[in-house]
């Protein structure tokens, strides 16, 4: 019998879900419903039993009743994530790269020790997972365990991640988990300075997605049909992109959602000539750069504040007026679609201001600095 899979996506704004004849490699069908963000479960069921029809329509019962579940999800642009580290251009940057590849989105990044005023302001930002990481294998221990106790005597209520040095690990987490903190721990995500590991980090977060979205938010019942556990969508994309670009010379992948508008590329790490010196990380081949600021439903008014000097430019002033107008719109009903050619007109220029500023971003600046020899 022909396999079938479906495979059901709850974004921020939308839900998607695809049919499959895994062994003709066809769509058989497509459906669409505007998430619903007080109980994820109906609107994935709404996409499920369409598609569940048409496959009983055109393949029969028996394909319908076997076809496989796949469930991701990126629901309010995914999990919040802080990232706490040593040294900026170090290990909070080494933070930043695992949450990202894991799907989270960075809510705020922490450097050296934690303050009176910086757990403070941790507290209001209410993340999903904190990042804790610090120090080399070996290396420095005194800062990564003053932050582990920063946190152990917070109101914090997120979960923690340990990715630090290996050395006081067990250290850390007897603190954490002392003060009720929930505390997983990983492996260090920056273990030599020149090394970067973020393959434990990552599986972690997921750990934590799993409990988070599936059972925080109502899809506990959907976990039990899925044919596997359910994934972040951005680490769904990134696993995507890691596998095709093995047989690709390059690849770019963009995928632009209502809250938030994601970069991937894979690409041969950045080489440097003999006569320069290139300072910072190792650049992996899979990178991956989340815009939080930069959607087309919720957070569509800040994009067309993002684009307002070009849309001047290329509408004039009525029409940067007009696009505003109607990102205020998309912002406040993001069940929204453009009903006529001057709505679908602005609504695409929103997403050509998405492409353009994330692309950018992503692709970052190299800077010339000249040395003493």
């Not at 990044?109 to 302001?121: N, P, Q």
């Not at 003053?146 to 914090?156: M, P």
């Not at 970069?263 to 815009?291: C, H």
């Not at 453009?338 to 190299?366: M, Y």
Request: proline share 3%; aromatic share 6%.
């Amino acid at each position: 019998m022909t396999a079938f899979a479906i495979s059901i996506d709850i974004g921020s704004t939308w839900t998607k879900g695809i049919s499959v004849d895994l062994d003709g490699a066809q769509v058989v069908e497509r459906r669409a419903t505007a998430t619903t963000t007080d109980n994820l479960e109906r609107a994935f069921n709404q996409v499920y039993q369409g598609l569940v029809d048409t496959l009983r329509r055109k393949a029969g019962a028996d394909a319908a009743r076997g076809a496989e579940i796949f469930l991701s999800s990126s629901a309010k642009g995914g999990l919040g994530i802080i990232a706490i580290g040593l040294v900026p251009e170090l290990t909070v940057r080494a933070a930043k790269m695992a949450a990202a590849c894991a799907g989270g989105k960075i809510i705020g990044t922490y450097a050296y020790k934690l303050s009176d005023d910086d757990v403070k302001r941790i507290e209001a930002q209410g993340a999903d997972i904190i990042l804790l990481t610090g120090g080399t294998d070996g290396g420095d221990g005194v800062y990564i365990l003053h932050n582990a106790e920063k946190l152990a005597r917070s109101a914090i209520r997120s979960a923690v991640v340990y990715a630090g040095n290996r050395h006081v690990q067990t250290q850390a987490l007897e603190i954490l988990c002392a003060g009720g903190k929930e505390a997983l721990g990983a492996d260090n995500i920056l273990p030599e300075l020149d090394r970067i590991d973020i393959d434990s980090a990552r599986s972690r977060i997921a750990d934590l997605f799993i409990k988070n979205i599936i059972r925080g938010r109502g899809l506990q019942g959907v976990k039990e049909r899925c044919s596997a556990d359910p994934r972040p969508t951005p680490a769904a994309v990134y696993d995507f992109a890691q596998v095709w670009g093995e047989t690709e010379e390059g690849l770019l992948i963009l995928d632009m959602g209502g809250a938030t508008t994601d970069v991937y590329s894979v690409s041969d790490p950045f080489q440097t000539s003999q006569d320069r010196l290139y300072r910072g990380l190792p650049e992996g081949r899979v990178k991956r750069t989340v815009e939080g600021d930069l959607g087309l439903r919720w957070s569509a008014l800040h994009t067309a504040e993002t684009g307002k000097n070009w849309a001047e430019r290329i509408l004039g002033p009525e029409g940067a007026g007009e696009l505003l107008r109607w990102a205020r719109r998309a912002a406040e009903h993001p069940e929204i679609i453009p009903q006529n050619a001057e709505e679908q007109r602005l609504d695409d220029f929103l997403a050509q201001v998405c492409v353009g500023q994330s692309i950018r971003r992503h692709g970052g600046v190299a800077t010339l600095t000249y040395t003493a020899t």
